[in-house]
């Protein structure tokens, strides 16, 4: 069992072959979590996740680079359902934003959603870049729940400080072609029971000039065994353990199935 913990098959890229990749991710036993970035992906998502009993999930929330908009609670609690594990994805991005006003509007409706997820009782997916010290500094002002760090890039000490915040690690395709060995070092130590695995799809492809997919959480696994010195089921069974936990479902220990 694997479970993409990440990915955006709800995005428009799938339109061609949307059904087709979800039928091979249930006949794989492959899980997803279909991630909203705005109001309508986010709807989308969940309107994915409703068609199955199992093994698709969603998100709703609203990313950084659309925090021209508000975050209004009232139009994203009526797409809440049994099928949504989280909110987000939410976060900080400098990358895209330098100017201070738009970076305070960032940060005002990071919190909204840091407050949105709280009252629910559900878990953040974050999206951080060229942000962390003011990411945490927020997290550890405003927030008490469980979160995932989606896309984690940056050091083992930043990755420390998150874990010591209770949070997970999630890492994609980017570990595979990082040269610095920086990201290697960070999959080596990350704990057990808090390291997570994405696609990010149809972004961040381990096939270079190609529409990434869920099924190639597969590769991330393997680099992720490669670099522990590990079997891939281990890292499979254990990533899929942690994702269960942090998204809130419950997992037979034979099956992998809901109960």
């Not at 069992?1 to 087709?20: I, K």
């Not at 709703?60 to 609690?77: C, R």
């Not at 994805?89 to 006003?101: M, R, V």
Request: a negative charge; hydrophobic letters at 35%.
């Amino acid at each position: 069992m694997l479970f993409d913990t990440h990915t955006h098959v709800n995005f428009p890229e799938f339109d061609p072959d949307r059904e087709q990749i979800l039928k091979d991710a249930q006949d794989q036993g492959l899980w997803m979590t279909n991630v909203g970035c705005d109001y309508k992906s986010s709807k989308s998502a969940v309107e994915l996740a409703s068609k199955f009993k199992d093994g698709v999930y969603a998100t709703v929330g609203q990313h950084p680079t659309d925090s021209k908009e508000h975050f209004d609670e009232e139009i994203y609690s009526a797409l809440i359902t049994d099928k949504v594990v989280a909110i987000g994805e939410c976060g900080l991005d400098y990358y895209h934003q330098k100017e201070e006003a738009g970076i305070n509007k960032q940060k005002a409706e990071f919190i909204k959603q840091i407050h949105f997820a709280q009252k629910l009782g559900l878990p953040l997916v974050i999206h951080c870049r060229d942000a962390y010290h003011d990411l945490i500094e927020i997290l550890q002002a405003e927030y008490t729940g469980q979160a995932i760090i989606h896309s984690f890039t940056d050091s083992g000490d930043t990755a420390k400080k998150f874990l010591d915040l209770g949070y997970y690690i999630a890492l994609n395709a980017i570990l595979i072609f990082d040269k610095t060995g920086r990201l290697a070092e960070v999959a080596k130590n990350l704990p057990s029971d808090r390291i997570l695995i994405e696609t990010d799809a149809p972004f961040l492809s381990p096939n270079r000039g190609k529409r990434n997919e869920p099924a190639n959480v597969k590769r991330v696994a393997e680099r992720i065994a490669e670099i522990r010195e590990v079997s891939l089921e281990e890292v499979s069974d254990l990533t899929f353990t942690n994702a269960c936990r942090i998204y809130q479902l419950e997992k037979s220990p034979s099956t992998g199935l809901r109960t």
